[in-house]
């Protein structure tokens, strides 16, 4: 009997890992034995976010592989799900229907494809069309619907405001704090006097400026520059002292580490810390003494650094500056401008909130650190594309609301001279910190990027070719991720009209930057040593970082086991956090995107073929906002997929859509609380 046993065949288990739905229904499972695609009519109830057990399927080969047509990063086995392990969602925020005896809510989400039965009895008063978050009772099956019972009622579904509502819910978003965390806040004081005699450096009579977004929220960073001699400049980059005012394990830091991010919407922000300290004793206001964390660099000549100090101090902001702003004083000197033309070019852009007016000195003082900044930046810029730095195209849209939360308007931001400037200093702040934080072997929590997999970049190859890339580039060298084959593909792509497509398919095949403890190679950076440093108002790795340096100042970095065994899953859950802020943050932007292109329906537009389905094509717009063309809508014809290509081709008329191609579209509809338009060919 026992030998029989130890000989019986135990029975294999399936893949298990967490589903992926994408907006057209279909969805991925990652398993340890690799990623397997499931159709939308194999999804077994299951939503997007669980952990599901799947059984690999077989696809007649005499029809299209549906998964293979949808696959992003080459041809995945198709599987079906059998059983749903653990559960992503107890709350769903949807549209309340009525249809009695039942409340029907049809989920926000799109992901989410199964609308939930509840007793409209049980809620009478409900009006049709509210937007309400429901807890599930139970989840749909093969014989039965979802279930579930109202909890709150958050609004009209018509509501201007009601898509952002929704979001925050779906996300689960914290919005509120404590009563012990706001009472922790008031008390606190800057008292920049306590400071001084407690050891911090008095910088107060250093040119010190922040430079930002005109409608930036939080002000945390600033910036000085002075010329030592003719080889040699200093730069400093000061960043509110946050950890002065919260203490590890208080209440602001356990709600800071449970929120791990500020979440930045587009009508809001959701800060990670409460105003008081966010938007008041953080702030690096101008004309107000304020705590800050100096990383003090003393470059050469070439712009390489000789000697780095980390010290706490206290500063006062000289001026608040817009990046309008300075890149008018940077075009002024340029153009050889004299002092009254710089400030007309400067007085021309809109002045942030909080700023002081400049007298003549000190816009003078602003316009000659904003051009020894520029030519740091420059040299930077260069040494770290020698390196294998990677240069995207930073392109993004940002929409305009007036008070009462209606779209008027999109602006578009890209990089410039003025931003490079600050995102230079604040790189090299990051670097020199994680030095640092190696060198006195402290906890730490690092910025970690890894190189692409081959698989991702192969996939990029075959549309390369179309557009001709291919010829010269090495594509060996391209796949196996070497960044400076990479780089020159994304030069190749500069000034055309691929430019954005080919960059934001690059972007796509990258790896997730991440948080972990320890240290690991930046690779789009080329930056063996990398930490978050400079934003501790809005992310909590920065804030522990700033914790580190603080105690090994004072000599206290033997005191720091509790934060050495927490830097692990903080790590971990800041980055979970960041996607998630991430994602209501862009889901936020295109709503709205959406909302504001009403206005254009039934007009023609050019736009760029932004990805390509076996069922639709997505196009997206100059101001960024993407629609879909069903391939339905193309022709009474066959339209055959070329997965490699990311194309359809009519079989009868030979019309061909691949990806990067620009088209003329009809904008046909601009759907309430949707993410795309409704478009086709014109």
Request: with cysteine; aromatic share 6%.
């Amino acid at each position: 009997m026992a030998k029989r046993s130890r000989n019986r065949r135990r029975p294999r288990s399936n893949p298990r890992g967490v589903l992926s739905v994408a907006s057209d229904g279909y969805g991925f499972v990652r398993t340890a034995e690799g990623s397997l695609f499931v159709p939308a009519s194999k999804m077994g109830g299951a939503f997007d976010g669980d952990l599901v057990e799947v059984v690999p399927t077989h696809v007649n080969p005499d029809r299209p592989q549906e998964g293979k047509a949808h696959n992003k990063v080459g041809n995945l086995p198709s599987a079906r799900v059998v059983a749903v392990l653990q559960r992503a969602h107890e709350l769903i925020v949807g549209r309340y229907e009525v249809a009695d005896p039942f409340g029907v809510v049809v989920p926000s989400d799109p992901r989410i494809p199964y609308d939930i039965f509840t007793m409209r009895a049980d809620n009478p008063d409900i009006p049709d069309g509210s937007l309400v978050r429901v807890r599930m009772k139970s989840f749909p099956d093969r014989k039965s619907a979802a279930t579930g019972v109202i909890e709150e009622v958050l609004g009209r579904d018509d509501d201007l405001r009601s898509d952002i509502e929704s979001i925050i819910a779906r996300h689960q978003l914290a919005m509120t704090f404590s009563e012990e965390t706001l009472a922790q806040a008031q008390a606190a004081r800057v008292d920049g006097a306590g400071a001084l005699s407690a050891g911090y450096r008095d910088l107060r009579d250093w040119f010190v400026f922040t430079v930002d977004p005109v409608d930036a929220r939080d002000f945390d960073d600033a910036v000085s520059i002075e010329r030592l001699s003719a080889r040699s400049i200093r730069l400093g980059v000061h960043i509110a002292d946050v950890a002065s005012y919260v203490p590890w394990d208080s209440p602001i830091d356990v709600e800071a580490r449970s929120r791990a991010t500020s979440v930045y919407l587009v009508d809001r922000v959701l800060p990670m810390l409460p105003e008081r300290l966010s938007n008041g004793l953080c702030s690096l206001a101008p004309g107000e003494d304020r705590r800050a964390l100096t990383v003090d660099v003393v470059l050469d000549a070439d712009y390489r650094v000789s000697s780095v100090d980390c010290y706490e101090s206290v500063i006062s902001s000289k001026a608040r500056l817009s990046y309008d702003q300075a890149q008018a004083l940077l075009d002024a000197g340029k153009r050889g401008a004299d002092a009254a033309e710089a400030r007309r070019a400067f007085d021309a852009q809109d002045t942030p909130q909080g700023a002081r007016p400049l007298d003549a000195l000190a816009l003078g003082s602003v316009a000659r650190a904003l051009d020894e900044l520029s030519a740091f930046a420059r040299a930077r810029r260069a040494q770290r594309a020698a390196r294998g730095g990677i240069d995207f195209l930073a392109r993004e849209a940002k929409v305009v609301l007036n008070e009462a939360g209606e779209a008027i308007d999109v602006r578009l931001r890209t990089r410039t001279e003025a931003t490079s400037c600050i995102e230079e200093a604040m790189i090299l702040a990051n670097e020199c910190t994680a030095r640092i934080l190696l060198d006195a072997d402290l906890p730490g929590i690092f910025r970690v990027h890894d190189k692409p997999t081959v698989d991702a970049l192969a996939a990029l190859v075959p549309l390369l070719d179309e557009l001709g890339f291919t010829r010269a580039v090495n594509v060996e060298s391209f796949v196996s991720g070497d960044p400076v084959a990479i780089q020159a593909v994304l030069d190749l792509a500069r000034g055309t009209a691929e430019e954005e497509l080919v960059s934001s398919l690059v972007i796509r095949s990258m790896q997730r930057a991440v948080y972990k403890p320890f240290c690991a190679p930046h690779y789009g950076l080329a930056s063996e040593a990398y930490c978050h440093f400079t934003s501790p108002i809005r992310r909590y790795p920065d804030l522990f970082v700033h914790r580190m340096l603080k105690a090994h100042l004072r000599g206290a970095a033997a005191d720091l086991a509790a934060e050495r065994e927490a830097a692990g899953w903080i790590a971990e859950h800041a980055s979970g956090m960041e996607r998630v802020a991430d994602a209501a943050a862009r889901e936020s932007q295109e709503v709205k995107l959406v909302e504001y292109m009403a206005r254009f329906v039934g007009r023609q537009m050019e736009g760029v073929v932004s990805y390509v389905t076996p069922s639709a094509v997505f196009v997206r717009l100059p101001n960024t906002v993407e629609g879909v063309i069903p391939v339905r809508d193309l022709g009474r014809e066959y339209f055959s997929y070329d997965a490699a290509r990311y194309a359809v081709t009519g079989e009868d008329s030979g019309l061909r859509l691949r990806m990067g191609q620009q088209v003329r579209v009809i904008v046909k509809a601009a759907p309430a609380h949707a993410r795309k338009l409704d478009l086709r060919l014109a």
